[in-house]
C-alpha cells in the first residue's frame, strides 16, 4: 500500500512538472501550429475542435449567439470584428464551419444567409490570403442537382435550392480570394448533439422514439456522415497541404451507406432494440412547400481517398448509438454501451 501511494504521488509531480513545461512552451515558444475554427459552437465545429486539441495545435473557436468560455464570440458578419480577430489570432490554418446550413431557414432568409455563407467567407478567405494562412472552407452535396451521381469534385454544378446556391457562391469568393484554398464538400452530418433537432439525421429520433405511426421521406437517397470523421479529415488534410502545396482545391467526402430518412429511422430502431414498424416509407416525392433537395447527390471521394489520410470507416448503426445514447429513456444502454 506505501508503495502505491508513493507511485501516485511521484506520478502527479511528474504531471505537474509536464503541465509546467506545456505552459512555458506555449508562452516562451508557441510552435504548435494556431487553427481558427469558425462555428465552433455549432454541430461540426465542436467535433473539430475536438479533434485539432487532441493534435498539437492550439485552437482558437469562435462562436456568435452561442459563444461560451473558452471561446471567442465573433459576429462574422461584422467585417471589423473578423479584421481584428485575425490579427489578434494569427492563425496558420482556418477551418471555416460557420454557415446557415437549414435549406429551409435559407430559403426564408437569404440575405441572412448570404452574409455568412458568402461574404463571410469572401473576407475570411482575403485575410487569410494576406496573411498566408491556409483556408479550408466546408462545402455541401447540395451545389450538385443529384441527377447524376456520383459527382466527381470537377462535376458542374448546379444547386436546386438557396442554401446550395449561397454555398457555391461561397466557394467561388474562397476561391477567387484565395486560390490556395481547400475546400471539403460533405453531406447531411450528424454527431454529438446537444439536442437531436440539430441535425436532420439525429432529428429523426423523435419518430423513432414515440412509437405514433409516421411517414418518413423514401425517395431522397442520403449519406449520413459522421462530423468526428469529418474533423478528422480536417485535421489530416490541414497537415497534408501544410506539407504539400499540391494538395489544395476542391474534395469530397461522404459516409459510404446509401440510405433515405426512413432507412435511417429502421436503422436507429434496431440499434437500439426498438420496434421500427411504426415507420412509413413515403414515396411520393414531398410537396413543394419547402426547399427543393437533390434526389441523390452522392459524391465520389476518390480524390481524397488517393491522399491516403488513414481514416477508418464506420458504420452509421454504431455511430449513431454514440450519438442517440443520451437521448434515451432505456438506462440500460448508459450501463453495457459504454461503462
Ligand atoms: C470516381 O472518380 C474517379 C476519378 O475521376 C473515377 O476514376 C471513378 O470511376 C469514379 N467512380 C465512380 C463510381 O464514378
Redesign the pocket.
Known amino acids: 500500500m506505501f508503495y502505491l501511494g508513493f507511485n501516485v504521488n511521484f506520478m502527479s509531480l511528474f504531471l505537474f512538472k509536464i503541465k509546467c513545461v506545456c505552459v512555458v512552451r506555449s508562452v516562451m515558444m508557441d510552435p504548435s501550429p494556431r487553427v481558427l475554427v469558425t462555428g465552433a459552437t455549432g454541430l461540426l465545429g465542436r467535433a473539430m475542435c475536438k479533434e485539432f486539441e487532441g493534435s498539437d495545435w492550439t485552437i482558437i473557436g469562435t462562436g456568435n449567439s452561442r459563444a461560451k468560455p473558452r471561446l471567442l464570440s465573433c459576429d462574422l458578419t461584422d467585417e471589423a470584428a473578423v479584421r481584428r480577430l485575425l490579427s489578434d489570432s494569427k492563425p496558420h490554418v482556418i477551418v471555416h464551419c460557420a454557415a446557415e446550413r437549414r435549406p429551409d431557414v435559407v430559403e426564408r432568409h437569404p440575405e441572412a444567409a448570404a452574409n455568412l455563407n458568402v461574404h463571410a467567407t469572401a473576407l475570411l478567405a482575403s485575410l487569410a490570403a494576406a496573411s498566408g494562412a491556409l483556408f479550408l472552407y466546408i462545402s455541401t452535396d447540395y451545389v450538385f442537382d443529384g441527377r447524376n451521381p456520383?459527382y466527381?469534385e470537377d462535376d458542374a454544378p448546379n444547386p436546386l435550392n438557396v442554401y446550395g446556391k449561397s454555398k457555391l457562391q461561397g466557394e467561388r469568393e474562397a476561391l477567387r480570394h484565395c486560390p490556395g484554398a481547400l475546400i471539403l464538400r460533405v453531406p447531411v452530418l450528424y454527431g454529438e448533439v446537444t439536442s437531436v433537432t440539430e441535425s436532420a439525421v439525429t432529428c429523426l429520433w423523435l419518430n423513432v422514439e414515440s412509437e405514433e405511426i409516421s411517414a418518413l421521406d423514401h425517395t431522397q437517397q442520403k449519406f449520413p456522415t459522421d462530423t468526428r470523421q469529418v474533423a478528422a479529415v480536417c485535421r489530416r488534410l490541414c497537415e497534408r497541404a501544410r506539407q504539400d502545396s499540391s494538395v489544395r482545391g476542391v474534395f469530397h467526402f461522404s459516409g459510404n451507406e446509401q440510405m433515405t430518412k426512413y432507412q435511417m429511422g429502421v436503422a436507429m430502431a434496431q440499434a437500439f432494440d426498438l420496434p421500427s414498424n411504426h415507420l412509413i416509407p413515403l414515396t411520393e416525392q414531398p410537396a413543394a412547400a419547402s426547399a427543393h433537395r437533390p434526389i441523390n447527390s452522392q459524391l465520389?471521394c476518390?480524390?481524397l481517398q488517393l491522399l491516403n489520410l488513414g481514416i477508418e470507416p464506420t458504420t452509421f448503426s454504431s455511430s449513431i448509438v454514440e450519438c442517440l445514447w443520451p437521448f434515451t429513456a432505456d438506462r440500460r444502454w448508459r450501463q453495457t454501451v459504454f461503462h
Open positions: 456520383p466527381g465520389n476518390s480524390r
